[in-house]
């Protein structure tokens, strides 16, 4: 999964300059954005998605371009893919961006209030967070999503969207920049600094006073890249390695099915399953189960010593379980299995490997529940229900920016809100504090 | 105010092994530390209180001991002052931890929650960080107030408290140690670095995986070396250049008292104002007022041209300020003073030198009111009150971990619930995503 775009050619100590000064017109733009009222807001959206509709024949032939170039770069099968617009996405990308037109601002929501003693009235508001940074890899469809919610939650925008995606993202960014021009808001709101490569994304990486938080979508590699070199303040996103543990007293039907949905519903998402673990009382009779699922399935299976004792008396064929299984993000059709002795060293094994995105248990045992729950340190913990539910549409929170991982500021889903800050306004008549 | 304290000598390769290992068992301790009920944590809190007083004598000595140091190394009066503790200084911080004590517990509050049509009940629910680092300057009392903090929250702390209290702090942790370990709740829960200096700090900023959370509280400088190098989550604290707009329309007596009491009331705290403007149209009258009063108060000015002559004319002293002084955060009884055409040279002027922690507007005029909050990009935006209200426990928030300047997690004045994050917990009975 992680092929890291951070990596064109372009390269001059004067391109640190430009970007600070892509990052300057960002600031400047970000003023008008977030005293923008919704209509206007929401007139630019519909807006961009008119432009992208219109503009069709022109994105796809710009994609086309990557895609020679990314073919003839031998870019693998499913980059490709991923890359690759025709008039049908692009019209779905339009449609997006409607629908995120008709979420609510979640700009000037009030989240809480009181009148001290004193008198003086306090209100914490919701206020964009300024100019949102986003380094993503080959999906021109993020160069959409993520101005349109930045645009919705009154931030400026600067993107960085991968060399193998310049030319399509290159065409999306002149279409949304016309959009904003369209209803008087300043086309500087979003940018894209893919013209600089690799020192565009160091510069934004360490732009503060001008970048209040940076979104690395895409790969390990990418997001402990930006990580380790960014002074800004970063959101973690979306890296899964999820488990689902089979208790003793888990109904193995539901079990099944809930393991066979997390693994193989969609398997490149980073809510699919990588992990399964097995209470030892359960193993013998569960295991014989879901192991010839999974394999019919077409999941390649990597277990440990009694998990493998079991798979042979079912005859299905599977390789020992390493530690780096257990580590393991696959994003394809394999999973790690392993038998634990009981909940504690279901626990302690996700506490050891997860990622802290998601993980289920199934079980009927209320206490086995609530344990699990209680000592899992991840961003999502499921009871009897599959990982795949952990998605922004699914909890009900409209568009999703990403999946943080990190504990700061947003955990799990993250929605429109979660790309705001807020701001103390404190009204009075004259009062000073007593010394 | 920035004296930077990390840089003391000790250091050795093995010393990143050794931290890393404290930041380890400070993980281990914070399962227990979050699953702690209530009742266990206000118990330790109270023991912790209680061994502070009755620990009195060998705090002071050790107290005294590196007072003596810091008199032999020229620490400057007033970092001697904040450093110095006595019988009534220790009292004070043991009924501090009382107070957290009394606090309600932040863990376990659940932010929101809903049923979906699928029948899956979502909880989003507040959980403790983890492992919280506090990297701060020559001040016991923050070790104590740090660590009651973190416990409250569920967290462990892992503390740097620079080298120039050294032995104040090593006697204050064992405290807390024993404490914590009086109650059943694991000791390692507080642990201090400082045995490692400047190489410990390094180590304990880039403990990804082991630490959730760095707070640094101190000076611009300390702060800034912490930005630079933390791969881990960092929340920005307490640098306040702050302003006070006196507008056209202003009560000119409240004006003068809000100013007056931003400036004076304490100097050396985050809060103080450090720059004055003033709306041309009321500067004629309110100069004439606010500079002798100032002045009077022992105040030094640094004045724009325009506020020069009308101090001349007044008979006040003062010297031209500079792009210095608009910068400055002075923390002492110093002010930079100027005169601005308008409402939008006030908000101008602001954006481009604050540090985004607390303006003041004085106005009677809704509009101008209306656009400096929503205009002005600051944690705290007052209408006619002093800046000196910023502060956790004038917002009711309780105990106040630092004010952050910062946009990420929490902005403006942070409570316990700033030392969480959430979990979602979800609950079915065998639900699975459609394909």
Redesign the interface.
């Known amino acids: 999964m992680s092929t890291t775009e951070i990596d064109t050619p372009t390269s001059t100590g004067s391109s640190t300059e430009a970007v600070l000064e892509v990052c300057r017109r960002a600031r400047e733009a970000s003023?008008a954005l977030?005293?923008a009222a919704r209509s206007d807001k929401d007139r630019a959206l519909h807006a961009i998605a008119d432009g992208l509709v219109a503009a069709g024949e022109a994105i796809v032939a710009a994609n086309g371009r990557d895609l020679e170039r990314g073919r003839a770069e031998g870019l693998p099968p499913n980059l490709l893919d991923r890359l690759a617009l025709d008039a049908d996405r692009v019209a779905a990308i339009a449609a997006a961006v409607r629908d995120v037109a008709a979420l609510p601002d979640p700009v000037g929501e009030v989240v809480r209030g009181?009148t001290?003693p004193n008198g003086?009235r306090?209100r914490?508001v919701r206020?964009p967070?300024?100019v949102i940074g986003m380094v993503y890899e080959a999906r021109p469809n993020v160069t959409v999503d993520a101005s349109a919610l930045a645009l919705k939650s009154g931030n400026a925008a600067v993107l960085r969207g991968g060399s193998a995606a310049l030319e399509s993202n290159a065409v999306l960014v002149e279409v949304i920049r016309a959009g904003l021009e369209s209803v008087g808001l300043p086309a500087d709101a979003v940018q894209t600094i893919d013209a600089w490569g690799r020192d565009g994304v160091q510069t934004l990486m360490r732009a503060?006073g001008l970048v209040?938080?940076l979104i690395p979508r895409g790969g390990a590699g990418l997001i402990r890249t930006v990580?380790?070199n960014a002074?800004v303040?970063v959101?973690e996103t979306g890296t899964g390695n999820c488990h689902v543990y089979v208790d003793a007293s888990a109904?193995l039907?539901?079990a099944l099915?809930?393991t066979?949905?997390?693994k193989t519903?969609?398997t490149s998402v980073c809510n699919a399953a990588e992990t399964l673990l097995v209470h030892a009382a359960a193993a013998a009779e569960f295991l014989p189960l879901a192991l010839p699922a999974l394999a019919e399935a077409g999941v390649r299976l990597h277990v440990d010593d009694r998990a493998a004792a079991l798979a042979a008396s079912a005859g299905v064929a599977t390789e020992p379980a390493t530690d780096e299984d257990w580590a393991a993000e696959y994003l394809a059709l394999e999973l790690a299995v392993g038998v634990v002795d009981d909940l504690d060293g279901a626990i302690d094994h996700v506490?050891r490997w997860s990622s802290g995105h998601t993980e289920a248990i199934c079980t009927t045992d209320l206490r086995a529940?609530d344990r699990f729950?209680?000592?899992v340190?991840?961003?999502?913990?499921?009871?009897?229900?599959?990982t795949?539910?952990?998605d922004g549409a699914?909890?009900?929170l409209g568009a999703e920016v990403g999946i943080s991982t990190?504990?700061?500021?947003a955990?799990?889903?993250m929605g429109l809100a979660e790309l705001t800050?807020?701001?103390?306004?404190?009204?009075?008549?004259?009062?000073?504090?007593p010394?």
Chains 1, 2 share one sequence.
């Not at 340190?377 to 599959?386: G, Q």
């Not at 990190?406 to 500021?409: E, G, M, N, V």
């Not at 800050?421 to 504090?433: A, E, F, H």
């Open positions: 003023r977030a005293l009181s001290l003086l306090l914490q206020v967070m300024g503060r209040d938080l990580v380790e002074t303040p959101i109904d039907a539901q099915a809930v066979l949905n997390a519903r969609r506490r529940a729950t209680a000592e340190d991840s961003a999502v913990v499921m009871v009897n229900a599959s795949a539910f952990t699914q909890f009900g990190q504990k700061l500021h955990r799990g889903p800050s807020t701001k103390w306004i404190v009204s009075g008549d004259g009062q000073v504090r010394r």
